[in-house]
């Protein structure tokens, strides 16, 4: 069985699957056994999943983007080598 938390349903629309992920995600194994976790951990564990994803961005476009010194710097010095005889 994928899912041994008890959840009630908040009068919404959910599909099995839906509810299995959720059931998954509220269940942790601490020395083999089931513990429940809060939903405040899980809201805490997405808004550091997404601050980092912003912080991965924003470094990927800063040192890849032409807009910024370090590609213009590559792109100045690849001219002058390409001079070179």
């Given at each position: 069985?994928?899912?041994?938390?008890?959840?009630?349903?908040?009068?919404?629309?959910?599909?099995?699957?839906?509810?299995?992920?959720?059931?998954?995600?509220?269940?942790?194994?601490v020395?083999?056994?089931?513990?429940?976790?809060?939903?405040?951990?899980?809201?805490?564990?997405?808004?550091?999943?997404?601050?980092?994803?912003?912080?991965?961005?924003?470094?990927?476009?800063?040192y890849?983007?032409?807009?910024?010194?370090?590609?213009?710097?590559?792109?100045?010095?690849?001219?002058?080598?390409?001079?070179?005889?």
């Amino acid at each position: 069985m994928l899912c041994r938390v008890h959840c009630r349903s908040r009068g919404t629309h959910e599909t099995k699957e839906t509810k299995i992920l959720y059931c998954s995600a509220k269940k942790q194994i601490v020395n083999g056994e089931a513990a429940s976790v809060k939903n405040w951990a899980i809201w805490i564990c997405v808004a550091c999943g997404l601050f980092t994803g912003l912080a991965i961005g924003l470094v990927t476009e800063y040192y890849t983007s032409n807009a910024y010194r370090p590609v213009q710097e590559v792109a100045e010095v690849s001219r002058f080598l390409a001079s070179l005889p």
